[in-house]
T-cell receptor
Framework: KQEVTQIPAALSVPEGENLVLNCSFTDSAIYNLQWFRQDPGKGLTSLLLIQSSQREQTSGRLNASLDKSSGRSTLYIAASQPGDSATYLCAVRHDPRGDYKLSFGAGTTVTVRA | DGGITQSPKYLFRKEGQNVTLSCEQNLNHDAMYWYRQDPGQGLRLIYYSQIVNDFQKGDIAEGYSVSREKKESFPLTVTSAQKNPTAFYLC???????????FGSGTRLTVV
């Protein structure tokens, strides 16, 4: 069974510092990996989607890398702002043998101090 | 704009009562999913449907039921058999395996 782990569980940084969020998964036979942001009491907002054949994806200040063989993905957020405070979740999509279902990590809660 | 609408935002259930959570999408996505989120835990899959009139159990289907009579709609019923229903429920949809998931804004269910 796929296990997805996100470390650390919580992170507090001063404004302007770069954020590094880690996600690891136990079964490297994934189809793609998606990073989400969740604000308190809200649904999930998709940030980046990386296909299994890709090494990284970028959107603005966000960059996500994927190393499928080692079962790791990292989300980098450059020059953090207080508005980046949220919980960040990674999810891996299983390959066809797993019926394309998603498995989620428990998330990293980020606080950016002004 | 296309998206997923979940209603109601808040729902209160009495002991022994069945309640139904609504999920509607206008994205023309074939696949739809229901997840449950509890504090400190990752999202857990309840049910999913990849096509109209077909659905499969996820990891925690006991005490829940679904239907998929229309492509746009995937309602979730929380039955009285679900002993610990208090949670945040999220509905999602996807265009296909190469695409990401889109989530609704969630329904918070509380047992009173």
């Amino acid at each position: 069974k796929q296990e997805v782990t996100q470390i650390p569980a919580a992170l507090s940084v001063p404004e302007g510092e770069n954020l590094v969020l880690n996600c690891s998964f136990t079964d490297s036979a994934i189809y793609n990996l998606q990073w989400f942001r969740q604000d308190p009491g809200k649904g999930l907002t998709s940030l980046l989607l990386i296909q299994s054949s890709q090494r990284e994806q970028t959107s603005g200040r966000l960059n996500a890398s994927l190393d499928k063989s080692s079962g790791r993905s990292t989300l980098y957020i450059a020059a953090s702002q207080p508005g980046d405070s949220a919980t960040y979740l990674c999810a891996v999509r299983h390959d066809p043998r797993g019926d394309y279902k998603l498995s989620f990590g428990a998330g990293t809660t980020v606080t950016v101090r002004a | 704009d296309g998206g997923i609408t979940q209603s109601p935002k808040y729902l209160f259930r009495k002991e022994g009562q069945n309640v139904t959570l609504s999920c509607e999408q206008n994205l023309n996505h074939d696949a739809m999913y229901w997840y449950r989120q509890d504090p400190g835990q990752g999202l857990r899959l309840i049910y999913y449907s990849q096509i109209v009139n077909d659905f499969q159990k996820g990891d925690i289907a006991e005490g829940y039921s679904v239907s998929r009579e229309k492509k746009e709609s995937f309602p979730l019923t929380v039955t009285s058999a679900q002993k610990n229903p208090t949670a945040f429920y999220l509905c999602a949809s996807s265009k296909g395996a190469n695409y990401g998931y889109t989530f609704g804004s969630g329904t918070r269910l509380t047992v009173v």
